[in-house]
C-alpha cells in the first residue's frame, strides 16, 4: 500500500519568507510526528499528533515553527520569516497511534528545506 | 528526559564481516528500542526493533540485543553485504503513548 508522502521534495527560499511542509501519513494511522535531521546528524523531534490534536509540542525550536493536523490525515508544518539555520531535512512520520502501545513509526522520504 | 547514545558514529568493515552498532539509553523505563536503516536522500527505514520482555531478536542477517540492567542495547549485521552501506540509528521508547529519541547515527560503509 502507499506509505508516507511528504511535500515538496525539495524547497529552497529566501531568509525571511514563510514556507509551508506538507505531509500524508499511511491511510488509518492516527499518530504523525514531525521530525528535522540537520546534515549529517540525527533526527531532532518536533511535533506530534494523536488525531488532530498535538499532546506535545515540547521539539518546536521557537515560536517561528507550527504545525496542524486536519481530519486526521494531513498535517503542515510552517516556518515563519525563515533563516538560515532552519535548513534541513524535514520528515514526517506516522503510526497506528493504538493507545497504551508503542508502534511502529513510517517515515516519508523527506523535505530538504535549503534558505538561502 | 530520555537521552540516548551510539558508538561508533563511523564504521568501516569487509564486505563479509560483520558489524555492530552499540547504544545506551537513560531512562530506565523505555521498552522499546527499534533501529532504522537510513540511505542516502531517503528517509529512515525500520530493520527490526525488540521490546524490553526479549533479550535478542534475530531476522535473517540482523541480530539485536538488549541488557535492560545495564540499559545498552546492540545491533549485530553478520555477514555485511555492499548494500547494508548505510546510516544506521537506535531508538528509544516507553510503551506508554510517547515520543521516540533516536541516537545520532552510525554510517557504516562494507567496502567490496
Known amino acids: 500500500g502507499a506509505g508516507v508522502s511528504q511535500s515538496p521534495s525539495n524547497k529552497v527560499t529566501e531568509k525571511g519568507k514563510d514556507v509551508e511542509l506538507r505531509c500524508d501519513p499511511i491511510?488509518?494511522?492516527?499518530?504523525l510526528y514531525w521530525y528535522r535531521q540537520r546534515l549529517g546528524q540525527g533526527l531532532e523531534f518536533l511535533i506530534y499528533f494523536q488525531g488532530n490534536s498535538a499532546p506535545d509540542k515540547s521539539g518546536l525550536p521557537s515560536d517561528r515553527f507550527s504545525a496542524e493536523r486536519t481530519g486526521e490525515s494531513v498535517s503542515t508544518l510552517t516556518i515563519q520569516r525563515t533563516q538560515q539555520e532552519d535548513s534541513a531535512v524535514y520528515l514526517c512520520?506516522?503510526?497506528?497511534?493504538?493507545?497504551?502501545?508503542?508502534?511502529?513509526?513510517?517515515f516519508g522520504p523527506g523535505t530538504r528545506l535549503t534558505v538561502l | 528526559g530520555e537521552n540516548v547514545e551510539q558508538h561508533p558514529s563511523t564504521l568501516s568493515v569487509q564486505e563479509g564481516d560483520s558489524a555492530v552498532i552499540k547504544c545506551t539509553y537513560s531512562?530506565?523505563?523505555?521498552?522499546?528500542f527499534p533501529w532504522y536503516k537510513q540511505e542516502l536522500g531517503k528517509g529512515p527505514q525500520l530493520i527490526i526493533d525488540?521490546?524490553?520482555?526479549?533479550g535478542e531478536k534475530k531476522d535473517q542477517r540482523i541480530a539485536v540485543t538488549l541488557n535492560k540492567t545495564a540499559k545498552h542495547f546492540s545491533l549485530h549485521i553478520t555477514e555485511t553485504q555492499p548494500e547494508d552501506s548505510a546510516v544506521y540509528f537506535c531508538?528509544?521508547?516507553?510503551?506508554?503513548?510517547?515520543?521516540?529519541?533516536f541516537g545520532p547515527g552510525t554510517s557504516l560503509s562494507v567496502i567490496p
Open positions: 531508538a528509544a521508547s516507553k510503551t506508554s503513548y510517547d515520543k521516540v529519541i
Open positions: 525488540i521490546r524490553s520482555n526479549v
Open positions: 512520520a506516522s503510526s497506528l497511534g493504538a493507545r497504551g502501545l508503542v508502534d511502529t513509526q513510517y
Open positions: 531512562d530506565s523505563a523505555s521498552n522499546y
Open positions: 491511510s488509518g494511522h492516527t499518530a
